[in-house]
């Protein structure tokens, strides 16, 4: 049989495969055309490196996946997301990008975005939870940017498959998440956190913008955007059209805008309670007392009813910061009254707030399309899968209400039996009783 004379080696007399060749300093190159007809080469110091290389290509061949592609960092696909991201809110939009540049540029941002596995993924998760205490609504938000970048990636050929896929599911089906679990307050928490702010002088000013907000359902930006005009004290009616957005980001700084509602259903009138007509009332009466004036204006807005005694608008991080010191400062006292009270208020948030407003309309059974519209729900299932939690105490006092409805099936009465038998020995007897 003939040699092939027609074969190459390298020094070491290995026969190069089609496209391999090594250089004169002794490193190695690749060739080759890839499915858009473009010639491409890639390099490596030894044969086994560049044949590895060989073999990562041919799986990208197949997959028909662009080679440059194993150089692109999730950073860089995170900046095509950037350019090409449309129909979020400007204010979500920037917490999208200021999540991302403090939690996952430095971390997962700077592997190759063909490189990145489900487990990498996972454990990056878990380091979010189990080492920085996040919630796992944060890592949500995390997951929910990383998610839409790796589509990217898909959809432009540069991998085959998303490492975030399910990876949530699986977060949840192995951790409790409490933190995450958005409940209302009881009906005996809401009297006494009320109840505190009226009779703290130290905290009566905070009164009016809580209970607004308790008895409204109010999203945070809804309440602290409200003006004197929003408002008909004659009607007791409630307009809500605009949203005041908080901005705290590291390279644009502190400043606030007027946007639009979350939604289009948000766009809403509310009826007036008696207790927030007076928290009205009290708000403006304290303001005119203190001689305290809305000296801001934003987007051409101004005129604002929740403000500092410097006349600038609040916003949601100073109001959840005074939260956490009256629920503190009222734990304090009632432990100081009784060190074994169980009574005492659970750490909440502005939005629990509203959480709260929509529990209190579920129990007094109002009817769920009239919660929608009140809450400003663009989606019936939000209101039914987020608002409708009732407490523990709630279905006991229903269910208290719904027994008579089975009074016909009881066996025993309602006495307990006097002598020893067993509650089953005793339905037992009774039913072998002859007609």
Request: aromatic share 12%.
């Amino acid at each position: 049989m003939a040699k092939n004379t027609n074969l190459r080696t390298d020094e070491n007399r290995v026969v190069l495969r089609p496209g391999e060749s090594q250089r004169p300093n002794g490193k190695y190159d690749y060739r080759w055309t890839d499915n858009y007809g473009k010639r491409r080469s890639i390099y490596a110091n030894t044969l086994e490196e560049l044949r590895e290389k060989e073999f990562d290509i041919l799986k990208d061949e197949v997959h028909q996946l662009k080679p440059e592609g194993r150089q692109l960092t999730v950073n860089d696909v995170f900046d095509m997301w950037k350019e090409t991201k449309r129909g979020l809110k400007d204010n979500t939009f920037q917490n999208y990008c200021y999540m991302y540049r403090t939690f996952v540029e430095h971390t997962v941002g700077q592997y190759k975005i063909c490189d990145v596995t489900k487990t990498d993924i996972r454990k990056y998760y878990i380091s979010l939870t189990d080492v920085q205490n996040f919630k796992i609504s944060t890592v949500e938000v995390i997951h929910g940017i990383l998610h839409q970048v790796f589509d990217i990636a898909i959809d432009d050929g540069y991998i085959n498959r998303n490492p975030c896929e399910n990876i949530m599911k699986d977060m949840k089906r192995v951790s409790y998440a409490r933190n995450s679990k958005k409940e209302a307050l009881s009906e005996s928490e809401q009297k006494i956190f009320l109840n505190f702010l009226l009779k703290e002088e130290k905290y009566r000013h905070w009164y009016p913008v809580f209970a607004i907000m308790l008895g409204t359902g109010l999203r945070v930006g809804e309440a602290v955007g409200l003006r004197w005009c929003d408002i008909d004290l004659e009607n007791d009616l409630i307009y809500i059209s605009h949203t005041l957005v908080y901005y705290n980001h590291a390279t644009n700084g502190c400043y606030c805008n007027i946007n639009t509602p979350k939604t289009r259903n948000s766009f809403r009138t509310i009826p007036m309670l008696g207790f927030v007509k007076e928290a009205f009332l009290m708000e403006k009466a304290y303001q005119e007392k203190h001689n305290i004036k809305c000296v801001e204006t934003i987007d051409g807005y101004t005129d604002f009813i929740f403000v500092n005694k410097f006349g600038g608008t609040q916003h949601q991080g100073t109001l959840n910061k005074a939260l956490s010191r009256i629920i503190r400062d009222c734990n304090y006292e009632m432990l100081e009254k009784n060190s074994d009270t169980k009574m005492l208020l659970p750490h909440f948030s502005c939005h629990i707030l509203r959480h709260t407003f929509a529990t209190r309309m579920c129990e007094q059974g109002v009817n769920v399309k009239v919660i929608q519209s009140v809450l400003g729900h663009g989606d019936i299932s939000t209101t039914l899968d987020i608002y409708t939690h009732v407490n523990n105490d709630f279905k006991c006092k229903e269910f208290k209400g719904f027994e008579h409805s089975f009074e016909d099936l009881k066996i025993l009465g309602s006495h307990t039996p006097k002598n020893n038998k067993s509650y089953a020995n005793t339905c037992c007897e009774k039913y072998d009783e002859p007609a």
